[in-house]
């Protein structure tokens, strides 16, 4: 395998991040752009590390994410960027909010599960947005008479909220300061739910 230097291993490192459509994992980067070379994980993680440092106090920040590392603008200037963007951000709704918390909290968890924690039918509409956004998917059957599906969330809906792992995911306090701010927009009484304190989803 041929040699590479440091300053070379961080400028491909950093130029694979920035092309890749997806979060870039390193074993990822292992197989792919650097497979000709001689790269020890203790060297690809302290090239990580100084890009990061790198990047830490500009408008541009590498994040270490469920699947892997992706550059993303830093936080506090979204609301100046969102202007270069004439659609509207997608709201979703305390139902939605709701369910996916539920899952996430509680998961693996059945529809029933869900239901009997919100008090009302999950739409059929809210899990399949769901899963077509890949925040959800199924990992099994409960052995239970019916055997319904049990529900998990996925590496890109930690991706989407810039999570690492689900031990980063909101405290009680955030998390229903987010149901408190987001107004209910189902039209559908089975949906009008009374609101949902975090304390039920543990």
Request: proline residues 5%; without cysteine.
């Given at each position: 395998?041929?040699?590479?230097?440091?300053?070379?291993?961080?400028?491909?490192?950093?130029?694979?991040?920035?092309?890749?459509?997806?979060?870039?994992?390193?074993?990822?980067?292992?197989?792919?752009?650097?497979?000709?070379?001689?790269?020890?994980?203790?060297?690809?993680?302290?090239?990580?590390?100084?890009?990061?440092?790198?990047?830490?106090?500009?408008?541009?920040?590498?994040?270490?994410?469920?699947?892997?590392?992706?550059?993303?603008?830093?936080?506090?200037?979204?609301?100046?960027?969102?202007?270069?963007?004439?659609?509207?951000?997608?709201?979703?709704?305390?139902?939605?909010?709701?369910?996916?918390?539920?899952?996430?909290?509680?998961?693996?968890?059945?529809?029933?599960?869900?239901?009997?924690?919100?008090?009302?039918?999950?739409?059929?509409?809210?899990?399949?947005?769901?899963?077509?956004?890949?925040?959800?998917?199924?990992?099994?059957?409960?052995?239970?008479?019916g055997r319904p599906a049990l529900y998990a969330t996925t590496n890109?809906?930690?991706?989407?909220?810039?999570?690492?792992?689900?031990?980063?995911?909101p405290t009680e306090e955030a998390f229903n300061e987010l149901l408190?701010?987001?107004?209910?927009?189902?039209?559908?009484?089975?949906?009008?739910?009374?609101?949902?304190?975090?304390?039920?989803?543990?």
């Amino acid at each position: 395998m041929k040699k590479i230097n440091d300053v070379q291993l961080k400028q491909l490192v950093e130029a694979a991040i920035f092309v890749a459509e997806e979060p870039l994992s390193k074993d990822r980067m292992q197989a792919t752009v650097l497979s000709d070379f001689k790269v020890s994980s203790q060297q690809l993680n302290k090239i990580l590390v100084e890009i990061q440092e790198d990047y830490a106090s500009r408008g541009i920040q590498l994040h270490q994410l469920a699947s892997g590392y992706s550059f993303r603008s830093n936080d506090a200037l979204s609301p100046f960027l969102s202007r270069l963007w004439q659609e509207t951000a997608p709201r979703y709704s305390r139902a939605m909010l709701e369910t996916l918390a539920l899952i996430a909290y509680r998961q693996p968890i059945t529809r029933g599960e869900i239901e009997d924690v919100r008090g009302v039918a999950v739409s059929s509409n809210i899990i399949r947005t769901l899963t077509e956004r890949e925040w959800v998917h199924v990992i099994g059957h409960k052995e239970v008479p019916g055997r319904p599906a049990l529900y998990a969330t996925t590496n890109k809906f930690l991706d989407y909220f810039g999570l690492k792992s689900l031990s980063e995911l909101p405290t009680e306090e955030a998390f229903n300061e987010l149901l408190v701010e987001t107004p209910e927009t189902e039209t559908s009484e089975a949906e009008a739910s009374p609101p949902t304190n975090l304390e039920q989803l543990h």
